[in-house]
Nanobody
Framework: QVRLVESGGGLVQPGGSLRLSCAASGSIFSINIMAWYRQAPGKERELVASLTNIGRTDYADSVKGRFTISRDNAKNTVYLQMNSLKPEDTAAYYC???????????WGQGTQVTVSS
């Protein structure tokens, strides 16, 4: 079992920045991919960014060049640095820990990001 705890969400003006954190604990040795998803009201959950154990990163087209996923292995924590935020980035953001793609991941509880003036 893997436990994920997100933090760092909040209200920010358009053009601003936020950094989300996801602290992992438990059987993290089984995890090969860490990812951030988001879900806006009335929309499906979408994959925003992922980071594999060998350091490969992938991003949704809508966030490329603005968001960066990274990790601190010593702290078992994954981050999502979000810059140049837009109102359309408003959503609940979820951290996920995958053993592999295609297997249901472990989920965090989510953190709300609201981009508004």
């Amino acid at each position: 079992q893997v436990r994920l705890v997100e933090s760092g969400g909040g209200l920010v003006q358009p053009g601003g920045s936020l950094r989300l954190s996801c602290a992992a604990s438990g059987s993290i040795f089984s995890i090969n991919i860490m990812a951030w998803y988001r879900q806006a009201p009335g929309k499906e959950r979408e994959l925003v960014a992922s980071l594999t154990n060998i350091g490969r990163t992938d991003y949704a087209d809508s966030v490329k060049g603005r968001f960066t996923i990274s990790r601190d292995n010593a702290k078992n924590t994954v981050y999502l640095q979000m810059n140049s935020l837009k109102p359309e980035d408003t959503a609940a953001y979820y951290c996920a820990a995958h053993r592999s793609w295609g297997i249901q991941p472990y989920w965090g509880q989510g953190t709300q990001v609201t981009v508004s003036s």
